[in-house]
């Protein structure tokens, strides 16, 4: 049995409250402990279990169409006497003039 549970109000309107936050459940819905209060809240009618609605699909990520990050095999990390490190990070060349 899982240790957590999918309950949302029983009735649109009726305001139930997390013991632990004091927060409103959400009208759709939240995933919570199991625990002794939700059980009763589930035996009284004042919540009920349901399974989550399906998060919709990701829209392609930016990161799949950006360029690859900088090359990092020049990056140089120095440890002082002290325990510190400096990172030293060349800057990248030029591009040559247009003419």
């Known amino acids: 049995m899982s240790d957590t549970i ?3 109000p ?3 309107g009726l305001v139930v ?4 936050t004091r927060q ?3 009208a759709d819905g939240e995933s919570k402990r199991r625990t002794p209060y939700w059980l009763r809240r589930i035996a009284d009618g004042d919540v009920k279990v349901v399974t989550p609605a399906p998060k919709a699909p990701a829209p392609p990520s930016a990161a799949a169409s950006s360029p690859a990050p900088p090359a990092t095999e020049n990056v140089q990390v120095k440890v002082q006497p ?3 490190e400096v990172i030293h990070i060349p800057a990248p060349a030029k ?5």
Request: hydrophobic fraction near 45%; aromatic fraction near 4%.
């Open 10 to 12: 029983a009735r649109a």
């Open 6 to 8: 999918f309950v949302k």
């Open 95 to 99: 591009a040559p003039a247009k003419k």
């Open 82 to 84: 002290d325990g510190s």
């Open 24 to 26: 409103k459940l959400a």
């Open 17 to 20: 409250r997390d013991p632990a």
